[in-house]
């Protein structure tokens, strides 16, 4: 046998000048072969902010276990899992044959909201702009005001799946 496990062995001594044969044994020797430990594999990072590229868990590669769901782009969490290829012949390090589970998170983005410009604003023929600076990852709207009268002005994040305002909101 090749596996791990416990087998019986029994053995036949065959007659020769110097002693007397015996056909069969009666009582069987027990040999056990031993799993092969691996060392359970570990991670130090497991969540990422959103940037827009793949991210994985900093797991070894090894031959004798496969990871799967170890990949995330968008914003949300999965569970990456690691199992032995050959749990008849393979252990963990605790002798345990489980799979192992590890959650890869990416978070959102962070975008810092712009600077309103509080003051009141006088007609002047000319263009003026409540929001006083644009940014990456959102956008204006109906910031820029040429007439008089009281406008609604929003900053729409960009990314409303991926992003998040640094004030929660």
């Known amino acids: ?4 496990g416990t087998y019986s062995v029994y053995y036949k001594v065959i007659a020769s000048e110097n002693y007397e044969g015996v056909d069969e044994c009666a009582t069987p020797i027990q040999v056990t072969i031993a799993k092969a430990k691996v060392t359970k594999p570990t991670v130090t990072t ?7 590229n793949a991210h994985s868990l900093a797991i070894a590669q090894s031959d004798l276990y496969t990871i799967t769901g170890n990949t995330l782009t968008a914003k949300g969490s999965t569970n990456v899992t690691v199992a032995l290829n050959d749990k008849t012949n393979y252990c963990w390090n605790d002798d345990s044959t489980d799979n192992l589970t590890f959650t890869l998170t990416v978070t959102g983005k962070v975008i810092t909201a712009p600077t309103a410009n509080n003051q009141t604003f006088t007609y002047s023929k000319q263009a003026q702009n409540y929001f006083a600076s644009t940014g990456a990852g ?8 040429t007439n008089a009268g009281t406008y609604t002005v929003k900053a729409i994040l960009s990314d ?10």
């Open 160 to 169: 409303k799946t991926n992003t998040v305002w640094s004030s929660g909101g």
């Open 46 to 52: 497991t969540s990422f902010e959103y940037d827009g």
């Open 1 to 4: 046998e090749t596996n791990a």
């Open 138 to 145: 959102y956008t204006l709207e109906n910031n820029t005001q």
